[in-house]
């Protein structure tokens, strides 16, 4: 069971008075909120007297959709709730900072430091963890952007991924960037991934992947890359401890060695992608 450090926790939501003036739902979503960051590989809680684990249904699941002021879905770069304590000073709850701006011709780094925050523990642990497996360059490389594109979007991070990084990386690359986040769904025993008990949480226990999920799963799994694709689905999984520490700069290398940054700088290429980019360095531009 993965525990909360009650200071550190409080800390993040911006001190014991902010916490104070919080409503018991917004107590109780903040904690959902750090639990679904740091626990992607925890199974729930036993209940009293070792009976099973106790999941909600679909239905309990979907009836907490209006009892919150945000969607779940939402680019965590535009989400002050899932902002958390990736920022210093920490923001006051459900308020957002001031982003620092980007550097002229703004490359792949700049853009992790500066706007992709809330990912890049976990990423580096995700690379890290693939690289210590024995992965291939291009497999750390994919495992280190993989999650970056929730900045943007959470739902559907895969494509959104797959679209953000394809002029600037090998087919591999984008192939499991954006097909990892459906495979989750589906186990693979030889490949040592097993449907976490997170899921089970977050989307019910009665859950089942919609037909367009189901029918990608099925191409992904014939596919030459799909081994690729299912292998960061796997280091995806093992990179959510808290007692892991990967420097920032652990995999500077890759990222010089495996992403074509344009000289014009991300967004400002002329590339399918460069809306995206954009939208990226400069989120608070209303239209």
């Not at 989750?184 to 977050?202: H, V």
Request: charged share 20%; hydrophobic share 40%.
């Amino acid at each position: 069971m993965f525990d909360i450090d009650r200071r550190d926790f409080i800390a993040s939501l911006g001190g014991a008075a902010a916490v104070a003036a919080m409503s018991q739902e917004a107590k109780a979503d903040a904690l959902e909120d750090a639990l679904n960051h740091g626990l992607q590989t925890a199974s729930a809680p036993a209940q009293p007297g070792g009976a099973p684990a106790k999941f909600p249904t679909m239905a309990e699941v979907n009836a907490k959709i209006p009892t919150r002021n945000y969607r779940r879905g939402v680019g965590v770069l535009f989400a002050a709730k899932a902002l958390g304590s990736t920022y210093d000073p920490v923001p006051p709850p459900d308020l957002v900072p001031v982003l620092p701006p980007m550097p002229p011709r703004a490359g792949m780094k700049d853009f992790i430091r500066l706007r992709f925050q809330w990912s890049i523990v976990h990423c580096l642990q995700s690379a890290n963890h693939a690289q210590k497996s024995g992965a291939d360059e291009e497999i750390v490389f994919a495992c280190l952007i993989h999650d970056h594109p929730q900045a943007l979007f959470r739902v559907n991070h895969g494509h959104w991924g797959g679209q953000l990084y394809e002029p600037y990386v090998s087919e591999r690359v984008t192939f499991a960037v954006r097909h990892h986040a459906a495979l989750r769904f589906f186990p693979d025993a030889k490949a040592g991934y097993t449907y976490p008990d997170l899921y089970r949480s977050m989307f019910g226990e009665d859950y089942a992947p919609p037909a367009d999920v189901q029918a990608e799963y099925e191409m992904v799994r014939k596919h030459k890359f799909y081994e690729a694709a299912r292998a960061v689905t796997v280091h995806d999984l093992y990179a959510f401890d808290p007692n892991v520490k990967v420097a920032p700069d652990a995999f500077d290398h890759l990222i010089d060695k495996h992403f074509r940054n344009p000289k014009e700088g991300l967004g400002y290429d002329g590339s399918s992608a460069a809306h995206l980019w954009r939208t990226i360095a400069n989120p608070d531009t209303p239209l």
